[in-house]
């Protein structure tokens, strides 16, 4: 059995694919009431895999590793991204919802063999270039502790002198880091993250990270050479609207693509009734109610249905209109509902959403798609497994 340990769980996205990819949770932490509820709810329902999670809702400073007992596998959890967030106040390391160095805490402590962290795209920008590093080098030597008054910036010049003075022995990960594009793994999503994958460096392991299986390409080429895509959803040749962008991707391509298409909004609602158009058909389908009020303004215009999603994002102050709004073909607008944003971030239809429409987009805009989830912890469980063969023969 696959042991693992799930931080800053959320919705419970990341910890769904770790799970699906055959690791066995022994506590799934979360702070937040609104998003333990959610788990909780599902749970209730006999949701596999959440059904038997054991959650423990608090503050991860005050949780006591020394309770689980025996060796851990994989430690995987997003911390709070606020601090690194475009879409946020840009505090980074000054800001107290910096929650990396609970990670690195957990890393330290339970002595993984593997963890898989999430960030925000954000907290790659040249302006956080060496608190990135500082998280990268916390992560690959979690024993060297900040000490007493020393500050970050202290400690990462310390961190730093470790690190090229080519001493061995101690606690020491292999760390590789990798900015990935959802929609590039098949999920019907634009939506870039950082993520940060590491193995304890006394298990030899070399690793990098799944190649892509999707493109925009292949999507022009669908579009614009063939025509499957239309094809396939029935669309009339009249109804067929195909972005600019798209043409000039397919002109350019000469050779037909490898990879599979960036799967779309059309793609991923074929067979959810319109909550607009129909809505006494949306009850079968939880949380798939219509929410009006949607407006397009400069920047903000939704996301095109023959393309795949922008970026679903949780806001400081709610949810933002133009990220997480459909763009019909014929201009008008409309709010994804929870059920479509869902599907967009990959949960099963199955997965019931916790509370009011503005708590559980919040929860939607901060998860992990769970496919994608489930790719990178399928990969890591996958050379685990070989180590331990590689060993036991």
Not at 65 to 75: A, K, Q, T
Not at 141 to 160: A, M, N, Q, V
Not at 239 to 249: F, G, N
Request: glycine share 8%; proline share 7%.
């Amino acid at each position: 059995m696959m042991r693992s340990v799930e931080l800053f769980a959320g919705a419970g996205e990341l910890g769904i694919g770790v799970s699906l990819a055959g690791f066995t949770p022994l506590v799934v932490i979360e702070r937040d009431r609104y998003c333990c509820d959610t788990l909780r709810e599902n749970q209730e329902r006999h949701l596999w895999p959440l059904r038997e999670w054991p959650i423990w809702e608090g503050d991860i400073g005050r949780f006591d590793y020394r309770s689980i007992h025996g060796n851990v596998d994989l430690i995987s959890g997003g911390p709070p991204c606020q601090p690194f967030s475009l879409g946020g106040k840009h505090r980074g390391y000054k800001d107290s919802r910096d929650l990396f160095p609970e990670a690195v805490r957990a890393v330290r402590e339970l002595r993984p063999k593997a963890f898989l962290f999430e960030n925000v795209k954000g907290l790659t920008r040249s302006a956080f270039a060496p608190y990135l590093e500082y998280i990268k080098l916390q992560l690959s030597y979690p024993e060297i502790e900040r000490e007493g008054s020393e500050t970050w910036f202290d400690h990462l010049r310390r961190l730093k002198r470790h690190h090229g003075s080519g001493i061995s022995g101690g606690l020491h990960y292999n760390l590789v880091v990798e900015v990935l594009n959802a929609a590039n793994f098949g999920v019907p999503q634009r939506r870039e993250r950082v993520f940060f994958v590491g193995f304890r460096a006394d298990l030899g392991v070399e690793w990098c990270f799944p190649r892509e299986t999707h493109s925009a390409d292949a999507l022009a080429w669908d579009q614009c050479r063939t025509g499957q895509y239309w094809e396939r959803h029935k669309v009339p040749r009249g109804l067929r609207v195909i972005a600019e962008h798209t043409r000039r991707r397919a002109d350019r391509r000469q050779e037909i693509p490898i990879s599979f298409p960036w799967r779309t909004v059309r793609d991923t609602l074929e067979g959810l009734p319109d909550p607009e158009l129909e809505p006494l058909t949306t009850e079968v389908y939880l949380n798939h109610r219509f929410q009006p009020g949607a407006r397009s303004y400069p920047g903000h215009t939704g996301s095109p249905l023959d393309e795949p999603a922008k970026t679903l994002k949780a806001g400081v102050h709610g949810v933002p209109g133009g990220e997480n709004m459909l763009l019909r073909p014929s201009g008008e607008v409309r709010y994804f509902t929870v059920r479509e944003s869902a599907r967009l971030q990959s949960f099963p239809d199955n997965f019931l959403f916790h509370g009011s429409w503005t708590e559980t987009m919040r929860q939607l805009g901060n998860a992990v798609p769970v496919t994608l989830a489930k790719l990178l912890a399928t990969s890591i469980r996958d050379r685990l497994i070989a180590i331990d063969k590689a060993r036991a023969a």
